[in-house]
């Protein structure tokens, strides 16, 4: 409380030159800035030649019997059920999981095809004969987890997680920073303080990041991205160094069906909050909602803790609220592997969730279809204007297509996104979920392959990066913004 009290001194004493806007003006400077930088980066999308990660197929080879398919298929209900391993029993399971990624897995050629995945099916086989009689499931997790490694996808999970690093956002909410055309400060004796270093690093900005504070004012607070937990950052002042601690996000957990989807008004502004695209009757109250979003000058959209789900209700969605949008949430290019196996494995994972011209679509071509490759390309994206403002609530359990969402609306105006950042999760997807049959471990991979912005921009560590950054409750501090500003 002390050190509120201090900064609110200090800001008064320094007056509000510079970043840290009281009025309209120092808003829409904001806005501004983050609209060219949305539009910086759309230009940013990666050259791919596509042939290179799609080649040709055996048109009709299913690649397991029917036997095989169906003892990979009770996903999640084993476990802890078994713990020791025979050599032979883990043998059977890595040739499945490795079998399935060959006939199945969409970014099975982009990160290296045969020469790579046989290399890691040698390594884990030769895990398991040197653990002897010792061999155990959690030998065999382990030695998938490291010899796997390479495949950076967020969507590829071996016992319900990723084996992918997250990068989690830790941040100081106590001290608050200002900004002039000299750098970074805070205020000490009714005077500007900058700050010259930030953990040894002269590039400051890159750990000053745009916020609110409790007032409602935009300001900047310490902040990093970080797959390894951090807990302070020193800093350099020009007349002391100062240690400052570091906490990462505090989440609320929504355990309740009823309400992944909801809808209010606060002082008069529609919040639309959506968890989960994976109930048709969530869903479809989602999709009606574009029609208040897209006529209401300030609006908020929730997609916090919003795991993904079917992305029809994403681009059903943006129809209305601006079909210009729609092509861009399956990003720049998009390839779905279509294989026999793969559809019969969709048709297991989400069966309860597909309508019966769904279901009966994917048994026929596991049956009689054929294997091959659909393409999607936008050849570029292309900024829409907005007179109204949308502010986007994220957080690192947004994901898949949750994040086809922010990708699309990253390229319309005052679009603004606040929070941390999400999930990533855009590569792929978690159509096919097995369970390998000896081992009982649960494999989670996808047959997409997605291509959206460059590494600058997005990447599976790291999801998307908000334009104002706030790991406590990012709803309220948006409200207060609103109000603070008069908007």
């Known amino acids: 409380m002390m050190k509120v009290l201090y900064t609110l001194t200090c800001l008064l004493m320094l007056g509000i030159s510079g970043y840290g806007y009281t009025g309209h003006e120092g808003f829409y400077v904001e806005v501004k800035e983050i609209n060219e930088q949305h539009a910086l980066e759309t230009m940013r999308v990666p050259d791919v030649d596509i042939k290179v ?34 050599y032979e ?63 950076k996808d967020g969507h590829f999970w071996i016992d319900n997680g990723p084996i992918l690093a997250k990068a989690v956002y830790y941040s100081n909410e106590e001290m608050i920073f200002l900004k002039d055309e000299k750098g970074y400060y805070t205020g000490q004796d009714g005077k500007r303080n900058y700050v010259s270093l930030v953990d040894d690093s002269d590039e400051v900005e890159n750990y000053m990041k745009r916020s609110i504070n409790d007032e409602g004012m935009l300001v900047y607070r310490l902040g ?115 294989s026999r196996a793969a559809n019969y494995l ?17 048994l026929s071509n596991y049956r009689s279809g054929s294997n091959g490759w659909e393409i999607k390309e936008a050849s570029a994206f292309v900024r829409s204007e907005n007179n109204n ?37 855009l590569m792929s997807d978690n159509a096919i979920k097995i369970v390998l049959p000896n081992s009982k471990i649960n494999i989670q991979c996808g047959t997409g392959l997605g291509f959206y912005y460059d590494d600058t921009v997005f990447t599976e560590e790291t999801g998307f990066s908000p334009d104002i950054w706030v790991n406590t409750d990012a709803m309220q501090h948006t409200l207060n913004l609103i109000a603070y500003y008069g908007l």
Not at 89 to 99: T, W
Not at 140 to 148: A, D, G, H, T
Not at 409 to 421: A, E, H, Q, S, Y
Request: charged share 25%.
């Open 224 to 338: 990093m991205l970080s797959a390894d937990e951090r807990e302070m950052v020193e800093v350099v002042f020009d007349n002391r160094t100062e240690e400052f601690v570091l906490e990462p996000p505090k989440f609320e957990i929504n355990t309740d069906n009823s309400t992944y989807y909801s809808d209010y008004e606060v002082s008069g502004i529609p919040v639309i909050a959506i968890c989960s695209f994976m109930y048709e009757q969530n869903g479809s109250r989602f999709v009606r909602s574009a029609e208040t979003v897209r006529n209401s000058k300030i609006s908020i959209l929730d997609m916090r803790g919003n795991s993904g789900g079917m992305s029809k209700y994403v681009t059903d969605w943006l129809d209305i609220y601006d079909p210009v949008l729609s092509e861009y949430a399956s990003g720049n290019i998009y390839v779905h592997r279509r």
């Open 53 to 86: 990660y799609t080649p040709e197929m055996k048109a009709l080879e299913v690649g397991f019997t029917d036997e095989e398919l169906c003892s990979m298929t009770d996903y999640g209900k084993h476990k802890g059920s078994v713990s020791r391993l025979t």
């Open 346 to 362: 969709t048709y297991k994972n989400l069966e309860k969730y597909l309508s019966n011209e769904e279901t009966e679509r994917l």
């Open 89 to 151: 029993e883990a043998a059977e399971d890595a040739d499945l999981i490795f079998r399935v990624l060959k006939n199945c897995y969409g970014a099975y050629f982009y990160f290296g095809g045969d020469k790579v995945f046989e290399r890691a099916k040698e390594n884990i086989l030769s895990d398991c004969k040197a653990a002897g009689e010792n061999l155990s499931v959690g030998i065999l997790r382990e030695s998938f987890k490291r010899n796997l490694g390479f495949v």
């Open 389 to 425: 403002f949308l502010f986007v609530l994220v957080d690192s359990r947004t994901f898949s297509a949750g994040e086809w969402l922010i990708a699309a609306l990253r390229n319309k105006d005052n679009v603004i996104f606040v929070g941390t950042n999400s999930g990533g999760g």
